[in-house]
């Protein structure tokens, strides 16, 4: 039984925005699939009420006040920049 | 005298003497690196001259403080002037910061993660950045883009991963200690393939800041090292409250060291079935039960007890930590950093093609995972019903803590594999972590410790779980069966070819 | 364009035949001194990417940390807004790939938001409507794109350039529930909203600078139809010309289509206020799949009474209680509390009257504020707060014109020059030798004159043409520059008249 089509692997690929070959595409279907079954067998699981557990730690509310701290030199913050334009990060035609 | 073989906390002994210098270890350090590279590959990145000015700059602090003791708490700080080297998903301020991943190949972090200014404050040695999987994500140490990390005992096989790097170059002499990160098992099961102590603490108690995000629910920084004592002092050094991260832990101890003795009479130890089933190596259940009767003959009780829901969490972790993963991991997008294809023309096909050639298999596997479980109409089904079954596997903590003080099992189900063995069979390689991962789900501190090796030499690990912030447990427990133990086996084979 | 824009001069919307039902989005930047995760201080117009940290540059390895402040910020919005206040409430990641976003998430409230089902009353003047506030949540600012070609727009550039100085600024987001009905409602909403924040000093509330901007859902259907229409969602509303102004394009486009028996679709329309229309986003195939989660890297905020009723007590009194005690207490007329309460620097300006002032004057104050103050302050454009005119100066001037030191013609050239110079009433109208004449004996002299002068009036005046007093008392006007004092002259005159045979 297939949990996951090909299909639904290309509009994945999309969301996370990532290319594939169609020789990689096949391949990574047939392991999302696989991967996929396995897990399935937490439906077994009974989860009545049991709440979902994003945190492990029981702490809240906190907090930073309000105070500025220094921000970095602009050449840091640009450093790492793949292509910059003047002080900006360039990026190619949004489409 | 190889210093290099040396416990962390007998150089300090040394270097309080002034018997040696931190240049001497620092010598000795390189000089195992510079042999043994080329065979381990434990190292993505090492300079000779870097590591050497700072232990120079370490000697001179301690040449400056001789005979006085440090003002602030009348010790020498158990770290100056002691080579850590830094598993290379921790930030480290000027110097390359690649999570072994082609997107990060050339990233130079602006900021020191907090571990490493803890360190730093003590005017630690950085040897270096240490291989590992890609982003954290294997657990062979075979998903590194700058190649893979050969176990220091049988150069053939793995050294476990993702913290392949920092295991092996602690088993393999090239520094004392180190730091690796464990999402689900990354510390353990390594050190466990490497014959080592690695230790995972309690979910906050060490700061993230300057962690590359893997699975942020699940994500904590720890020692690595030759011996628990050494363990308890690199905790000691890094731990506590940071207002850079939200999810630490205000509070908590700061010197595990006074929890090192010798006494486990009375210990209840409770040894959860599910993880001494079929799924587990015969000679690693042995093993695990010569442990528990060392423990019993020094007075503790062991039971057999069941915590059913572990069932679950090895599917439980391979949707949580894709799904986490595939949102922290959007941020590597050729904009502001890192890897981009610059042929691209247009935006998305510049996010496309940079991801695709910036990012490897497995972790590209993981991030299709995760979003898919994310998604509109999959969300509920998957990731929502993973979060509630990790409260079930919370639940069965909870009772267990009840009756024991810690529970005792197997680190890995099997010894160091092949290379290659598993490398195209994801299922079959997420099984390595059945062992290790509740311990994550449930954000509990739990540790490795050698308990042997196995008959074709392969070392075997013993993990010790506690309940959250019960270090002083795991510290007292793995003291006295380390001495019970005895392993004290290094590969110094190495050395001889 | 063009042709849409032709269609819609045939169509038959009316407000009769269609029902709008409009849903409004606000986006508030918060006045804090720093970003919401990171201590970066917030500006406006700073060098590209100078106010940036590791944080707000999505770094590997950083984590956000909450802005205590910020959050105490939502709950004031919330708490003026009549929403209640979620105890528990939780940050969410809205993940989609955008250049502006650093980390290629959004850090924002989903399911769990800080403040839910309140509402804001707005006047309409012969009506009041009140419109349901769905939610009010916290979330991070994206940077700033800059598009290069000299257009500036997406379509016809090749590249773009970030800045990410506004990344991480705190957000407040409100949504309405779909209750307003008509454009100018909408427009009314967005003021009254905009008063309140100012009054809350939570924000600047500048739209020009982005820091409050407005998207809109619009449908329409047919008046007392069932259901409802097929909305479109309309981006960069961002005054309030622009947003009535794009919403009343939007109905006649949808009555348009409606008429000619072709369907609404559902779609994301952005208004162009050069050619005043709205225009659709060029579709994507992909229909937005967020994947929200909840942050792991954040912890809940959980607010408990007392921490609430600490904010709330520092909430100033708001316009609709300052309106009501205007009228009630002060007995000003409706209009002029509602003028008064809309802006928060001029009600602080006339309570200070108000203190310094007998209450029978408080309309004659009220008056003067809205008349000439207000006409002299937009021609200067500037606050209220900022003007010369001092409260005591204004309460002197108008004390002058009741003791009948100065006419009300001569108060307004003095309150003219009061505006621009800032001196006090006395001083003007002393340099000025503006006293009002009211001395009886000075007055008797001229009037006497003025009699001597216009013999013919007088006869008409005597022979029962009253109306002829109005022609003398002008005349004495005239004879003292208007200094005289009317009431007296009216009283000396008349006497005066009577006496002569
Ligand atoms: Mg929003
Ligand atoms: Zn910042």
Redesign the interface.
Known sequence: MKIISGQEVRHIAKLAELDFSEEELSKITSQLDDILEHVAIITRADTSGAEPTSHTLKISNVFREDKVRQSLAKEDALKNAPERCGDGFLVPKID | MRLNFLPAYELKNMLQKREISSEDIASQCLKATERLQGKLNAYIYFDKEHMLSQARAADAYLKEICGSFNKKDGKYFDFTGIPVAVKD???TKDIK?T?ASKI?S??????D?TVIQRLKSQKYVLSGKLNMDEFAMGSSNENSAFGPVKNPWDTERVPGGSSGGPAAAVAAGLVPCSLGSDTGGSIRQPASLCGVVGLKPT??LVS??????F???LDQIGPITRNVTDSANLLSAICGWD?????S??GGLHDYCQFLYDNIKGLKIGVPQELMSGGVDAAIKESVNGVLKLAESMGAVVEMTSLP?F??A???Y??IAP??A??NL???????????N?D??????????T??EG?GPEV??R???G??C???GY?D????????????I??DFKKAFGKYDVLISPSSPTTAFKIGEKSDD??SM?MSDICTIPVN???LPAISIPSGLSENNLPIGVQIIAD?LREDLIFKTAYSLEKAINFNKLPVHLYEQ | MSSEKNNLKNSSYTDSSYETIIGLETHVELATNTKMFCGCALSFGAEPNSKTCPVCLGMPGTLPVINKRAVEFAVKIAIALHCKINSYSIFHRKNYFYPDMPKNYQISQYDYPLGSSGYLDVNMGDYTRRIGITRVHMEEDTGKLIHTGSSGRISESDSSIVDFNRAGTPLIEIVTEPDIKSPAEAKEYLVALRTLLLYLDVSDCSMEQGSLRCDANISIKKAGSQGMGVKTEIKNLNSFRFLQRGLEYEEQRQAALIENGEKVMQQTRHYDHITDSTKALRSKEEAHDYRYFPDPDLVPVFMDDDMVEGIKSSIPELPSAKIERYKSGFGLPEADSRFLASDKNTAAYFESCAALCKKDRLKSVSNWIIGDFTALLNKASISISSAKIKPSGLCSLIDMIESGKISIRSAKSVFEEMFNSGKEPQEIVKGKDMEQISDGSVLEKIIDDVINKNPSVVEQYKSGKEKAIGFLIGQVMAATKGKANPALVNEILIKRLKLNP
Not at chain 2, 106 to 111: E, F, G, I, S
């Open positions: 998903n921790i930030c910061t999570c990060l050339d990233y130079v972090p602006v900021y993660a979910y906050g993230r800041y300057g962690l590359v995000a699975a942020s629910s207002e850079y991260d939200s999810t832990i205000n829901s069932e679950y090895l599917s439980v391979y949707i799904s986490e595939s949102s959007s941020r590597f997008d050729g904009v502001r950093y890192g890897y981009r610059r691209a023309t247009s935006l998305r096909s510049m996010y496309r093609s991801r695709a990012f590209k596997r991030i299709m995972i979003t898919y994310l998604s509109s969300y089904a998957y990731y929502e019903k993973a979060q509630r079954v990790r409260t079930l919370i639940n994801p299922l997420y789900l449930a954000g959250t």
